[in-house]
């Protein structure tokens, strides 16, 4: 028998259903503690979590369907990981004459983006008239204050540097053997120098990626005067150069850093800075006083793409374009039986190791460097051959329109790779023509013969045959 409700209760009873039926079933989920609210129809009992569910919007399913997609597959992506996910399809669309939307051509971008820095590297050198500085001794000053632990670079300013750095380094040792890089970091307001200034690509990242922490202010005098101390003392023959890494937006310096940029001014010391945060006034005059450049990164890409420019040899000072002959000597392996002391590591190695400097007959472990003991800068010939492409560097190529002329119809392959300059439809790809010797290569092949091969295939073999 059910029993009698107040009149209020029974009014939200259904008229489906009489007084006298029974009660229906307790859901498989009862529990004896559960709290039962009051619903219609003889005086049956509904559990809360029915009742929410009948008030649930639909869009709740469609929430709770993308909840348990991302619990299965993990956490979710935040918007700045994206750019690293591929996740991004509809950025990867720009719209073309006509107003369609198509998918952008990255081959084609970064090689344009690359012609742009090949031509404004070419008509800086052809502007200037002058030699290549091709005996570098380069200082980079790495930033390690509080503000290299910003999170506007992911994952943080300070990891971003270390990893462009180890590719610069190796950027800067391949284009430049003949010279020198040392590393000195700004920490706590104080200057600390990691490594001697060498010709070590390993040395240098080694040291580096052991030292990343972050702390207290930035002080871009004591860098100078620390740099300064020790760039002083390079021959006149070597070109003098520091490249600084700024995180900061201020310097707390203490003492009057215009002196000690005039002191870089006389030595001839040329200081290049890449801010990180925001253009600021004291770096720019820094870099215009001593002749260097001053630009600041937008983005991760962006700012390995102003990293690398430092790697070529800049334009020469013309006190330094007069230097005279540079004495260098051109070691050789030594025997596999001759026991000595390397006068890098002071460490027992056997000739086979190292290098015997021909005028003292010292170990040395590796090339280019200055020999400890007498001063001889001691190098190999395959450094000479490498830096000597600097002096006379490939022109920069010409592009080749769309619509073939006359000419441009009997070439059907490039050069260099033998690769077809058509697309199946017929239509002539985006190709470049060498202004001397009118061969036709592929973008690739442009990009392989200016920075790594340094020699046109078709000027080089015009000339074998003649």
Request: glycine fraction near 8%; charged fraction near 25%; include cysteine.
């Amino acid at each position: 028998m059910v029993p009698d409700l107040s009149p209020q209760f029974r009014s939200l009873g259904s008229s489906r259903h009489s007084c006298s039926s029974p009660p229906p079933p307790p859901p498989p989920h009862h529990h004896p503690h559960t709290m039962y609210s009051v619903g219609g129809g003889g005086g049956g009992f509904n559990p809360p979590s029915t009742t929410a569910s009948r008030r649930r919007n639909p869009g709740d399913e469609e929430e709770d369907e993308d909840e348990e997609g991302e619990a299965g597959e993990g956490r979710v992506l935040e918007a700045w990981e994206r750019a690293y996910a591929d996740d991004r399809s509809w950025e990867a669309l720009q719209e073309d004459e006509s107003g369609l939307l198509r998918p952008i051509d990255t081959k084609t971008l970064v090689h344009a983006q690359y012609r742009r820095r090949l031509l404004l590297r070419s008509a800086a050198a052809a502007a200037a008239r002058i030699q290549k500085g091709l005996i570098r001794y380069l200082y980079i000053v790495i930033d390690l204050s509080r503000a290299a632990s910003e999170m506007d670079y992911r994952p943080s300013r300070m990891a971003v540097v270390a990893k462009h750095a180890e590719t610069f380094i190796r950027e800067f040792f391949d284009q430049n053997p003949l010279s020198h890089v040392g590393l000195v970091t700004i920490k706590d307001g104080i200057s600390h120098r990691l490594t001697d200034i060498g010709g070590s690509p390993e040395s240098q990242i080694k040291a580096l990626i052991g030292k990343l922490e972050c702390s207290g202010d930035s002080s871009l005098q004591n860098a100078l005067e620390l740099v300064h101390g020790y760039v002083d003392q390079i021959p006149s023959y070597g070109h003098k150069e520091v490249l600084i890494l700024y995180s900061a937006l201020n310097t707390c310096d203490p003492g009057d850093i215009m002196e000690t940029i005039e002191k870089c001014k006389k030595s001839k010391i040329r200081c290049s800075v890449i801010g990180l945060a925001a253009e600021i006034f004291i770096c720019k005059h820094l870099c215009e006083e001593t002749g260097g450049s001053y630009t600041v990164a937008l983005d991760e890409s962006h700012f390995k793409e102003l990293l690398l420019e430092h790697a070529p040899p800049p334009p020469a000072i013309a006190e330094y374009a007069a230097a005279n002959l540079i004495k260098m000597g051109f070691p050789q392996r030594g025997a596999e039986d001759l026991i000595s002391i390397c006068s890098c590591h002071k460490k027992v190695k056997s000739g086979a190791e190292g290098f015997i400097c021909p005028r003292c007959k010292v170990n040395v472990c590796e090339l280019p460097t200055e020999c400890r003991t007498c001063g001889l800068t001691l190098v190999s010939s395959p450094h000479l051959a490498r830096s000597y492409h600097h002096l006379f560097p490939v022109v920069p190529f010409d592009e080749v329109s769309s619509v073939p002329n006359r000419i441009q119809r009997g070439i059907q392959n490039c050069f260099g790779c033998q690769q077809s300059l058509f697309n199946p439809d017929g239509q002539s790809t985006l190709h470049v023509r060498c202004p001397k010797c009118n061969q036709h290569f592929c973008l690739d092949c442009d990009i392989y013969i200016h920075e790594s091969l340094h020699n046109c295939p078709g000027c080089e073999s015009q000339r074998n045959i003649s």
